[in-house]
C-alpha cells in the first residue's frame, strides 16, 4: 500500500514568492493535516482538513492556507514567503477526523528554504 | 508550561542496552498516546499507539501509560545501531488535537 505523498521533496525560494506543497494521503484515508518542523520548534499544527472542510487551525498567520479535494488529496499555500517559513512541512493522513484513528502516517515532508 | 515535555537528549548508549525515554504531560484531556520515530530527512513513522494506562508490547518496544501521574514512556530493548534516530511522543485529545514532544534524539553506538 503506498505511504503519504508529498511533493515536491525540496524548494528553494525567495523572499516575497509563495508556494504551494502538495500531499496524497493513503487510500482510503480522509483526514489529512498539515505541519511544520523546525529544530527550535519541533511540529508545529498547521490545520487539518476531512472531507473537503478545515476542522482545525493552528496559531499561523493568514499567509498560510490550505485545501482539500473530493480525492482527499490536500494542497497548503504559503503566501508572501518569510526568511522564517524555511522548515520542513510535513503532511499527515489518518483514517477518520475522530479518535482513536489510530495515529497519523506522515510523509517524508517538503522541505522549503527561502532565500 | 507546554503540555508535552520531553527531554530533548541526546542519548547515548551502547548496542544491547536498555533504552527509557519518557514525557510528561499536564493535560489531563489527552486520552491517546503515541511514540514516533522519525530518522533524519523522513517523516516520523508511528511506532506505537495506545490509549489505556498499563503496557504495550510491540517486538522490542514497550510503551508504558500512567493517567495517574500523567506520564508515558518507551522502551527498546536490545537496542540496535538501526534504533538512531529521533524519537517523539505524541498526546491526542477526543477533539483530534495532537500535541508533540520536540523528540529524544538516540544514538546506539554498535
Not at chain 1, 503506498?2 to 500531499?23: D, E, N, W
Not at chain 1, 498567520?61 to 517559513?85: A, C, H, I
Not at chain 2, 517523539?88 to 553506538?109: E, H, K, P, R, W
Request: hydrophobic share 25%; aromatic share 14%.
Amino acid at each position: 500500500k503506498a505511504g503519504v505523498t508529498q511533493t515536491p521533496r525540496y524548494l528553494i525560494k525567495t523572499r516575497g514568492q509563495q508556494v504551494t506543497l502538495s500531499c496524497s494521503p493513503i487510500s482510503g484515508h480522509r483526514s489529512v493535516s498539515w505541519y511544520q518542523q523546525t529544530p527550535g520548534q519541533g511540529l508545529q499544527f498547521l490545520f487539518e482538513y476531512f472531507s473537503e472542510t478545515q476542522r482545525n487551525k493552528g496559531n499561523f498567520p493568514g499567509r498560510f492556507s490550505g485545501r482539500q479535494f473530493s480525492n482527499s488529496r490536500s494542497e497548503m499555500n504559503v503566501s508572501t514567503l518569510e526568511l522564517g517559513d524555511s522548515a520542513l512541512y510535513l503532511c499527515a493522513s489518518s483514517r477518520g477526523p475522530d479518535p482513536p484513528n489510530y495515529g497519523y502516517t506522515f510523509g517524508s515532508g517538503t522541505r522549503l528554504t527561502v532565500v | 508550561q507546554k503540555e508535552v515535555e520531553q527531554d530533548p537528549g541526546p542519548l547515548s548508549v551502547p548496542e544491547g542496552a536498555i533504552v527509557s525515554l519518557n514525557c510528561t504531560y499536564s493535560n489531563s484531556a489527552f486520552q491517546y498516546f503515541m511514540w514516533y520515530r522519525q530518522y533524519s530527512r523522513k517523516g516520523p513513522e508511528l511506532l506505537m499507539y495506545t490509549y489505556s494506562s498499563g503496557n504495550k508490547e510491540d517486538g522490542r518496544f514497550t510503551a508504558q501509560v500512567d493517567k495517574s501521574s500523567k506520564y508515558i514512556s518507551l522502551f527498546i530493548r536490545d537496542s540496535q545501531p538501526s534504533d538512531s534516530a529521533t524519537y517523539l511522543c505524541a498526546m491526542q485529545n477526543t477533539g483530534n488535537q495532537f500535541y508533540f514532544g520536540t523528540g529524544t534524539s538516540l544514538t546506539v553506538i554498535p
